[in-house]
């Protein structure tokens, strides 16, 4: 199968990441992989979960949703009519939210709360890591803040952690799939790493049959080079926050 | 009073019209009255309510919602996670959906439904008359490529509908309020009129004491020049699509 | 057309106001508007919502409902079954709270809460219009208690208010519709006006295509007739409480 | 202890059944026992369960609800708000829509259910069998339509119903507690009889320590010689319906 | 009609209670009558309900819940995922803690509360009765811990309770119904005994048409029989307690 | 640290696993791995997912709970009572119905459904995965169950699947975390496997901060070894079904 565009297998779609794109919030950023289109923003609030209470820790969470709009299907029914959250929403969210406090140092950051929201305006595949990719980045601007306003003396920062989806697609494994290939794949992972190619987390399903560790270890390679560049390209995001 | 930017008191924000922003949908316009920016889609659904059945009558509908980083106060709860839609929201949305029908002749349309989707961005004041103003153009948008698909023969939209709110301010009518305005406004309005001024609903609030009917009339010529201007730039945004 | 029992377009269907109708209430008064009947009751609450804490203001807010037989068409789903309130109902409870707030000095009410519980035995047009009417009346009783009992020491009800609907139908603008009127209306318009006919809130729609300013003039010229003659009336009710 | 009025402990209080109280109801009645005070209706729906599909057989449902206002404690959060049922509204209604299934023939009703509404206006002990007692009537009134019209040709109607409630107070049975002797009974009782003082339902709770079979049989007593009393009120209540 | 197994009408079906089944809980019981298999835990809580704060009063409260495939019947909707207890389950759950709560001297517990939930594994008939006797046991075991850990000097509980139901069927007062015996039943009760007999509860329902005084005293004398030797058992079971 | 019982780090705590617990269900088992205890049940539904619809395809699902009491630390709230399920219970019920359906040829299923309930009532660490084990023994059952009444022809289970925790405690790579040690994990990871050692499904997470490829090397081999031994078990469970 010919990828969209004459991608090769081990290529990413185009990435923009747009860092302050919403005015009232600490920190944002708008993120395209492709046709996925995704605001992340971050509000600092100086409260902190119930279990945290007087722990002298802070927390990162993360809530996700979709526009109605969003999908190249048909409309999604909103969450906030239907009442709930669905499962997959709250998986999702609970993963981007694990993710991003990996990266940080909560202790260092105080009792307050960072909250990732991540909104996707336009879905073709790969929300979630896009989501943890540019929800790094509003991250960051957020503590950045904190730092030049003296509320913490340390970046707590301790990590750059980016994510990517992979899979494999017509027998052939392939880096950042878009929706028509996600829906397909033989196998469908998700990898969330640090600027080091360390592992946070790792997600793969086969959605067909069991696969082996090779067809394991071929997706991992991919996610590592696919890592490597998304790594620059939030650096590059992030040396335009002054 | 001093407005932000030497705006005079008669005078809209810088208004934005971009139709197609959202590529899955099949009509689409951002919006932005000043720092209030809204996304309006359109979906076009080949079903009914329930009390249309067989009439071979349509409708028009709306959802409106604002993401949980769009206020210039604190975050707002995402309702999705409250498990329900706020009485302010609800209100919205039918005065959306109910001014947007008033443009339309619903029988020329079919036994189809199209369902307009308002989600807030940046909330700076008039984010329910961006709403309608934007959603006009998102519908008209799908309205034309169901002409363009020979669904329906003739164009069913009536009359070009726009939104603009004015108030009362420190003792002074004025044009299209902004955030810090609208929190202070003795008297608050939203005019939904069409492009030849008649009206299409009327809201006013006297938000400390009750006011005269002067007050009521200095409003209303207020929003009809209002309405004038953003009614060009309706005509202007829709002439870009092809 | 002609009006049921031959009323006149600019004549009010018999109003009922009878103040004290529910025993353990602070305030009450069962209202008809003809065959609309609503039970209004206040509640006097010594805590305030949360915004308003240690600001020495009180508040005024209003919740209402329609008994599952009161419609002229089929039974009403109950809202406690269904687990929500729908748009409409959380529409015109914030519009009773918000009319009835415009009627008093909130900081001479301490820090308490006036609640208003308008509960529909009969509908049959102009609900929302005869729940302001009669939540006056109770308000009035529980502010009335309140002074008795030297909880507070001056009245802080500033202005008398009222609600009426009307409409054109049949291209007759007309005053206080029923709901056979109302739901073949043109125009459909609530006006809530202080006793001296000042503006307390005005919404009106567009039901069918748009309207000129003459209309509105109309109507607006209606609805001062109709307090004129309800404001008696309230003045009347009250004068029977001890 | 002295009962209200110079009550004796086997004396009703004052009973006022009022068919007819509802204009759109298929059957309604207004019942007072004391300061307790009830709105039944009922409305035929033309539709079944989905259980009693196709098996010719008809059903008999109610619902329960109190205003906010109707307690003599303090205001009761309306349902509606808190999105759902309580466990003690569900207990009743399933005991109203129960008990008056016992009093039909299903099989004579035809495909169809009557719904029982019965909404607390005020509470002072026994609303529950106040509304079995009204409930009753407003279900004699919608058969009594459904003869009428035809669409039944024979009463389904077998057994006269009514709830009387009694219990321990002060060591001494009394029939008919009003809500200050409910709140401190050491024995709470609920019968339900039919007009023969056969059992329909029996609910009997030692609300303090286990009592004897002794005391059972006293309240039982009480709840005969009351049953006859109020099946007599029903019987004149019945004869005003045309 | 003959009983499974050639049981007896007043006959009990085989019943075990196993103390201690849940290690996690401070008190447990895996109760079985015949097929029906519930599991009774009971947890302490230093926290009391809202209104008995201050009062030195403690409080005994219980939950029910069926698992899916406890039916034997077709799958039962899991609660959790419908979004809220049905009517029945909110009506055994209110009974099962009215009812042990009348076991003890709720002043002599201290401030705080028992909980204790009822989870049927397999559901037979009975589940509410055998869920009182298996509560009891489990809120024993709780109580000897609390003596056991001198957080209470004396033993609070006053009374020894244990449920059986019984009913009519085919003519025959029986006792201890199975699920095939109970779907037949003409009358259908409940019984809440202590072991000197005396009357925590009852709850009798003629399911298909009233039913004499004669009857009731017949199904009493059943119950007497039964909880006479369920006591027994519930003795025998608490001695294994250490 | 030393492991409870002097268990190995690449040691499986006790496990049992017996089917036909429940009689009610098509196919069931009783799980215990070490202190964690699932009650797995399936039931045979003759429809099917609405997508599904006229494709001739079968479905496999999954739901997920925890009783109230087998929380070895405080008490869980009772999810029917909160009113939905929590995003943690979703996630696991996900998990269990998508690797289930791994295991199984949907084509061969016919349409109809077969619906996995996991139900926990003692928590040690690794419900999800003891559930996934004890998940397909039911499965496996209800199956066999639609063979023998011949309602498919050929047996569609193609792969034998089994799930597994491991993860990193106090520096040391560790097979089948309880839950003291899995909440003190740096790394927590769940391996779902077939019997042949190919990849169902990989969930890893880096608790602290993020782990090398080698430790997730470290901790898949161990998973291997883990499944080899669970899947003897569940051969040996799946012979005692006749």
Redesign the interface.
């Known amino acids: 199968m010919k990828r969209l565009l004459n991608r090769k297998a081990d290529e990413l779609r185009p990435i923009f990441l747009g860092p302050g794109f919403?005015?009232?919030?600490k920190g944002?950023c708008f993120v395209k992989f492709g046709?996925t289109h995704v605001?992340c923003?971050?509000?600092i609030?100086e409260k902190i979960p119930f279990f945290l209470k007087n722990t002298g820790t802070g927390w990162i969470t993360a809530?996700y949703?979709m526009?109605?709009?969003?999908?190249?299907n048909?409309?999604i029914e909103?969450?906030?009519?239907?009442?709930?959250?669905?499962?997959?929403?709250?998986?999702i969210?609970?993963l981007i939210g694990?993710t991003l406090r990996?990266a940080i140092d909560l202790t260092m950051l105080g009792e307050r709360q960072i909250?990732i929201?991540c909104?996707v305006?336009?879905?073709d595949g790969g929300t979630r890591t896009a989501s943890i990719t540019g929800g790094y980045v509003a991250m960051y601007q957020a503590v950045h803040q904190l730092l030049k306003q003296r509320k913490i003396a340390k970046n707590p920062i301790?990590?750059q952690?980016a994510g990517i989806s992979c899979g494999v697609v017509d027998g052939v494994a392939s880096l950042d799939l878009d929706y028509s290939e996600d829906s397909n794949a033989e196998v469908d992972a998700n990898f969330i790493?640090?600027s080091?190619l360390?592992?946070?987390?790792?997600?793969?399903?086969?959605?067909?049959?069991?696969?082996?560790?090779a067809?394991?270890n071929e997706l991992?390679d991919l996610a590592k080079k696919g890592t490597r560049e998304i790594a620059e390209l939030q650096q590059q995001a992030i040396a335009t926050l002054k």
Chains 1, 2, 3, 4, 5, 6 share one sequence.
């Open positions: 919403v005015k009232n919030a944002s046709d605001i923003t971050a509000t609030e809530e949703g526009l109605p709009c969003s999908s190249s048909e409309r909103r969450e906030a009519v239907k009442g709930k959250q669905s499962g997959r929403t709250q998986e969210q609970r694990r990996a909250k929201d909104d305006i336009q879905a301790m990590h952690i790493l640090d080091e360390n592992i946070v987390e790792i997600q793969m399903t086969a959605e067909k049959s069991p696969v082996s560790s067809t394991f991992f």
